[in-house]
Nanobody, 124 residues
Framework: VQLQASGGGLVQAGGSLRLSCAAS????????VGWFRQAPGEEREFVGA????????YYADSVKGRFTISRDNAKNAVYLQMNSLKPEDTAIYYC??????????????????WGQGTQVTVSS
């Protein structure tokens, strides 16, 4: 499977954006998908993930209650809805996938496939 993230942009604090992660490949429904972000000068940070089976989700404390991950397997897509954005959410956002994970991995090394990233900038 190959991934492509899109939907980033410039938004004011308090605003919303929806990122999309489009996948190629007919087995996308068997992949757990995670979202990560990396701000300038900082390490890549886990944002959240959605499991391949059952659709359960898990979020980092920093985004819990503001961000929501969903998936549409018929469209081979996963979405990251970001509300109440803050300047500290500014980063490049990446989606990543791992096949048939029984857990919701929070470590980037657990993911096999990565998209190219999309820039999110939140102005104050």
């Amino acid at each position: 499977v190959q991934l492509q993230a899109s939907g980033g942009g410039l938004v004011q604090a308090g605003g919303s954006l929806r990122l999309s992660c489009a996948a190629s490949g007919r087995t996308f429904s068997s992949y757990t998908v995670g979202w990560f972000r990396q701000a300038p000068g900082e390490e890549r940070e886990f944002v959240g993930a959605i499991r391949w089976s059952g659709g359960s989700t898990y979020y980092a404390d920093s985004v819990k209650g503001r961000f929501t991950i969903s998936r549409d397997n018929a469209k081979n897509a996963v979405y990251l809805q970001m509300n109440s954005l803050k300047p500290e959410d500014t980063a490049i956002y990446y989606c990543a996938a791992v096949a048939r994970s029984q857990t919701l991995p929070t470590q980037d090394v657990s993911y096999d496939v990565w998209g190219q990233g999309t820039q999110v900038t939140v102005s104050s």
